[in-house]
């Protein structure tokens, strides 16, 4: 009587087994599989983006292939058998029916799992489409809101942001020091320069074509009647689609200077040097822009400090001389509050009416491919390759100990010898030379690395040729990424590729250099074109009932 209980016990479980699968197989599945695709198409795509680095630093052909699906299909099956033999034979006779009626169950259970996974390279148009839009400005305040440091952002894709390149860092470094005391913002907007119209075209910019009718003496507040012959009057409106055009989207990046909260005078002197980068901006850009702030009742009093080349100008100095008596909010509200970077040129004759003296784009970004080999090429590099060695020594200097702070490290011009860059690059100046090494000396003195933004020379005039030639050799020292390359590769690698009888990789313990690959990558896939293939229509089976 025992045996037949525990016979028909295991015929129950056998039968849950199967019939439960569903309720147990499938939640597992997802389990066990979702996050090891994730994490291994995650892994893979980092080393593609990494491969392609190596790629153009080596001047080959990019390659892009995307996971655009995959589908795991799981499935479970078992099976229970039962059987008794020696039907009607007692226990504790002789022979074969010594054990009398006896019972069997046996039971079996098989999981599979068929993985497709769908890969799609990007060839052609959609290629080309990635590889050479250039990065919008929109992408740019995307990136921005998101916390990604403005100096590596605006470095990594912008090909110019003032009218003289030589300016480029001059401006960009006043930039990073506003953004790391948190006084600046930039929005993605619509400038009101390049979206000016001429008054004789009617609704150039709203997307139809309206062609004028000529009122009938018996048309009235767009009614239709008779005329006097007794005939109707028909009127036709047409109306043409007009494709959108460039001047409907987002053409300019804003940086806009935020409020001073003066809390005490443990601020004053950030607020004042704030004002004096701020001045130093307007100055740089002064002509370029259509700025009329309103302007409070007291601005007279500081008519020295108005907004003017020359104003400017006695603004920054006498805020260097930290002049008593200055009400910095007070000025600062006297004085533009945002500066338009524009990518689409101002018409002449609205360049003239605004009173322009140029009407040029201001801001010019890199595509996809650009970013790339803007990083990677020779001789102004954002990335550096260099052996582990070299990497121990950038890492130690003062001024990149706290360089999680700034987001970049900046090196010294004997770091840059082997490699063919600034300021070494084929017929390398000595003038250049020797403004890195005064770059590197201010650097290094005073407190200058806690702040290794702004390169300040010795004569202060933050208007002349030293000013200008130190900030451009002070930003083309700055590297975003550290790229170590070598015989051997280490275990904890972040990443890496082997290629040319050597590994290259981003070490585990850089922290830096990890997120300014993660901005890479991201631009990389702003600028991917989606997919147009047709995913596959799966059904997923996990169990017998289910």
């Given at each position: 009587?025992?045996?037949?209980?525990?016979?028909?016990?295991?015929?129950?479980?056998?039968?849950?087994?199967?019939?439960?699968?569903?309720?147990?197989?499938?939640?597992?599945?997802?389990?066990?599989?979702?996050?090891?695709?994730?994490?291994?198409?995650q892994?893979?795509?980092?080393?593609?983006?990494?491969?392609?680095?190596?790629?153009?630093?080596?001047?080959?052909?990019?390659?892009?292939?995307?996971?655009?699906?995959?589908?795991?299909?799981?499935?479970?099956?078992?099976?229970?058998?039962?059987?008794?033999?020696?039907?009607?034979?007692?226990?504790?006779?002789?022979?074969?029916?010594?054990?009398?009626?006896?019972?069997?169950?046996?039971?079996?259970v098989?999981?599979?799992?068929?993985?497709?996974?769908?890969?799609?390279?990007?060839?052609?148009?959609?290629?080309v489409?990635?590889?050479?839009?250039?990065?919008?400005?929109?992408s740019?305040?995307?990136?921005?809101?998101?916390?990604?440091?403005?100096?590596?952002?605006?470095?990594?894709?912008?090909?110019?942001?003032?009218?003289?390149?030589?300016?480029?860092?001059?401006?960009l470094?006043?930039?990073?020091?506003?953004?790391?005391?948190?006084?600046?913002?930039?929005i993605?907007?619509?400038?009101?320069?390049?979206?000016?119209?001429?008054?004789?075209?009617?609704?150039?910019?709203?997307?139809?074509?309206?062609?004028?009718?000529?009122?009938?003496?018996?048309?009235?507040?767009?009614?239709?009647?008779?005329?006097?012959?007794?005939?109707?009057?028909?009127?036709?409106?047409?109306?043409?689609?007009?494709?959108?055009?460039?001047?409907?989207?987002?053409?300019?990046?804003?940086?806009?200077?935020?409020?001073?909260?003066?809390?005490?005078?443990?601020?004053?002197?950030?607020?004042?040097?704030?004002?004096?980068?701020?001045?130093?901006?307007?100055?740089?850009?002064?002509?370029?822009?259509?700025?009329?702030?309103?302007?409070?009742?007291?601005?007279?009093?500081?008519?020295?400090?108005?907004?003017?080349?020359?104003?400017?100008?006695?603004?920054?100095?006498?805020?260097?001389?930290?002049?008593?008596?200055l009400?910095?909010?007070?000025?600062?509200?006297?004085?533009?509050?945002?500066?338009?970077?524009?990518?689409?040129?101002?018409?002449?004759?609205?360049?003239?009416?605004?009173?322009?003296?140029?009407?040029?784009?201001?801001?010019r970004?890199?595509?996809?491919?650009?970013?790339?080999k803007?990083?990677?090429?020779?001789?102004?590099?954002?990335?550096?390759?260099?052996?582990?060695?070299?990497y121990?020594?950038?890492?130690?200097?003062?001024?990149?100990?706290?360089?999680g702070?700034?987001?970049?490290?900046?090196?010294?011009?004997?770091?840059?010898?082997?490699?063919?860059?600034?300021?070494?690059?084929?017929?390398?100046?000595?003038?250049?030379?020797?403004?890195?090494?005064?770059?590197?000396?201010?650097?290094?003195?005073?407190?200058?690395g806690?702040?290794?933004?702004?390169?300040?020379?010795?004569?202060?005039?933050?208007?002349?040729?030293?000013?200008?030639?130190?900030?451009?050799?002070?930003?083309?020292?700055?590297?975003?990424?550290?790229?170590?390359?070598?015989?051997?590769?280490?275990?904890?690698?972040?990443?890496?590729?082997?290629?040319?009888?050597?590994?290259?990789?981003?070490?585990?313990?850089?922290?830096?250099?990890?997120?300014?690959?993660?901005?890479?990558?991201?631009?990389?896939?702003?600028?991917?074109?989606?997919?147009?293939?047709?995913?596959?229509?799966?059904?997923?089976?996990?169990?017998?009932?289910?």
């Amino acid at each position: 009587m025992l045996r037949t209980h525990s016979g028909k016990f295991a015929f129950v479980a056998g039968a849950f087994a199967l019939f439960g699968g569903c309720q147990i197989i499938g939640p597992v599945a997802i389990d066990q599989g979702r996050g090891s695709y994730n994490n291994i198409i995650q892994s893979t795509s980092k080393e593609q983006t990494f491969t392609n680095i190596i790629r153009v630093y080596h001047h080959e052909p990019t390659s892009f292939m995307d996971v655009t699906e995959v589908d795991a299909t799981s499935t479970f099956s078992g099976t229970v058998n039962g059987g008794v033999s020696g039907i009607g034979a007692r226990a504790g006779t002789t022979g074969g029916t010594l054990a009398g009626q006896v019972e069997s169950v046996a039971g079996g259970v098989t999981y599979s799992e068929s993985p497709l996974i769908r890969y799609q390279p990007i060839l052609g148009q959609a290629l080309v489409a990635q590889l050479v839009t250039p990065v919008s400005p929109g992408s740019l305040e995307s990136l921005f809101v998101s916390s990604w440091n403005v100096t590596p952002l605006i470095d990594f894709s912008t090909a110019y942001l003032t009218l003289d390149f030589t300016e480029f860092y001059s401006a960009l470094n006043a930039i990073a020091e506003l953004y790391y005391d948190n006084v600046i913002a930039l929005i993605a907007t619509k400038s009101d320069l390049t979206k000016e119209q001429d008054p004789t075209k009617d609704n150039q910019d709203s997307g139809t074509v309206r062609k004028p009718i000529p009122k009938t003496p018996n048309q009235n507040r767009g009614h239709i009647n008779s005329n006097t012959t007794g005939q109707t009057q028909k009127i036709t409106l047409e109306v043409t689609n007009k494709a959108m055009s460039s001047t409907s989207i987002t053409d300019t990046l804003v940086i806009y200077l935020n409020p001073f909260q003066l809390n005490g005078p443990e601020n004053l002197n950030q607020h004042r040097r704030d004002l004096q980068l701020w001045a130093r901006l307007l100055w740089l850009y002064f002509g370029t822009q259509k700025n009329s702030p309103a302007r409070p009742d007291n601005c007279g009093r500081y008519g020295k400090y108005q907004y003017t080349e020359a104003g400017l100008k006695n603004l920054d100095r006498d805020l260097e001389r930290k002049l008593p008596g200055l009400d910095l909010n007070a000025i600062r509200k006297c004085l533009p509050n945002f500066i338009e970077l524009r990518t689409m040129p101002v018409k002449i004759p609205v360049s003239v009416a605004a009173g322009l003296s140029s009407g040029a784009p201001l801001l010019r970004t890199f595509s996809a491919l650009g970013i790339l080999k803007n990083a990677t090429e020779a001789p102004y590099r954002r990335i550096a390759f260099i052996d582990a060695g070299d990497y121990l020594r950038i890492r130690s200097y003062p001024w990149n100990r706290d360089a999680g702070n700034f987001s970049f490290y900046t090196l010294t011009s004997d770091d840059t010898k082997n490699s063919g860059d600034f300021p070494y690059e084929l017929g390398g100046s000595k003038n250049d030379i020797q403004a890195a090494n005064e770059a590197i000396d201010w650097l290094s003195s005073s407190n200058n690395g806690e702040k290794p933004f702004v390169y300040e020379p010795m004569n202060r005039d933050a208007y002349g040729y030293d000013y200008s030639r130190g900030n451009r050799a002070l930003g083309l020292l700055r590297r975003y990424v550290l790229i170590i390359h070598g015989d051997s590769l280490p275990k904890n690698a972040y990443v890496a590729h082997f290629d040319r009888g050597e590994w290259f990789y981003i070490a585990n313990d850089d922290e830096i250099s990890q997120k300014n690959f993660d901005l890479i990558s991201l631009f990389m896939t702003m600028m991917a074109v989606p997919s147009t293939t047709t995913p596959v229509g799966t059904s997923i089976s996990v169990g017998g009932g289910g």
